[in-house]
DNA sequence: ACTGTAAGTCTTGAAATAAGACTAAGTCAA
DNA sequence: TTGACTTAGTCTTATTTCAAGACTTACAGT
């Protein structure tokens, strides 16, 4: 499969995994939730080839996920800020990482506590129906044809912004 | 990076990605979220390279994501299931492809609708914290060391997540 | 013996990655 | 005004991974 033509994957999943399905992309963001911003700092605490970071970066901002946003004039240097819709990928990322807290924390337990500074809590994530507001699994899910499926897929597919 | 080390890796999320984060593994967790479970009906409805797929689906079983049932004897056949594992996998899954359904979709909305068998609607997946139940926002969540982190080495990394 | 089926394995060329040297455009200090 | 430093990249080369599809194994049915 060439991933680069992805955009035009009928699957929402195929299309996300187009933009964020790279090995490095997620650690990218991962930084990027933890507050990098800068080239030098995503390099220095990923250890990434500098090369595979640029590349990374630059397709972020073009998918909308990074935007680059001036910090200094002369000479005129960007830093990397989360759009709503890098923000937008935070359950994604935390659902994984309490994945791997779940099944790869050593006895000693997770490396990192989130806190939920509302409530004061260190919590897990949990993932509920929008509609009744109960825990999901995916046991008690079924699937069907939404109204973007095969035959209207075509015409809606060069739209770009974002949609709730 | 050695992706290969990163079992040993500090972060859950660059653990969970040594073993998901590969482009085609979520793929493939799709369509086991979807029923699939032979390697034929894997290969057909991805059309991923049998080389691949075989690597794949080998890693999974290894990292106890997915486990090999017979289903006949002669000749033998086994057929992929998700183990709890990798039904705990989910909330990942679907929350990018909510994120991709919300960002990607074309006009005509998304391709595929779930339906909560429970309460018997469409949803959203919505992600809350454990302790609260509110819905999670990245900017209302801080991190600090746990139990399993190298005391040092996060120090500078303790900051609210994600400050725009 | 011949055809079919399921689950792979092997081969080959193309593409992506890692590591690190190099470049560009400016600042600062002597 | 020369030289060292900073930030954000780009380039080069060797290694690794991937895609495509032919080939293999082990059995069944006719």
Known sequence: MRWES??????????ALAVIGDRWTLLVLREAFMGVRRFDDFEK??????????E????????????????QERPIRYEYRLTEKGLALYPTIITLVHW????????AG????????????????VVTCSECGEALDARAVTLRPGPGS??????SRLRTAARR
């Not at 992805?6 to 999943?13: A, I, T, Y």
């Not at 997770?110 to 994530?125: E, Q, Y």
């Open 45 to 54: 605490s990923l250890k990434i080839a500098r090369r595979v970071l640029s």
């Open 110 to 125: 997770p490396p990192i506590l989130h806190t939920h500074t509302p409530c004061g809590h260190d919590f897990r994530s």
């Open 6 to 15: 992805l955009d035009r994957e009928h699957c929402s999943l195929a299309r």
């Open 100 to 107: 791997g807290d779940r099944f790869y924390a050593g006895d």
């Open 56 to 71: 990374r970066l630059s397709l972020l901002v073009e998918e909308g996920v990074l935007r680059k946003i001036p910090y």
């Open 150 to 155: 095969l035959k209207t897929a075509n015409r």
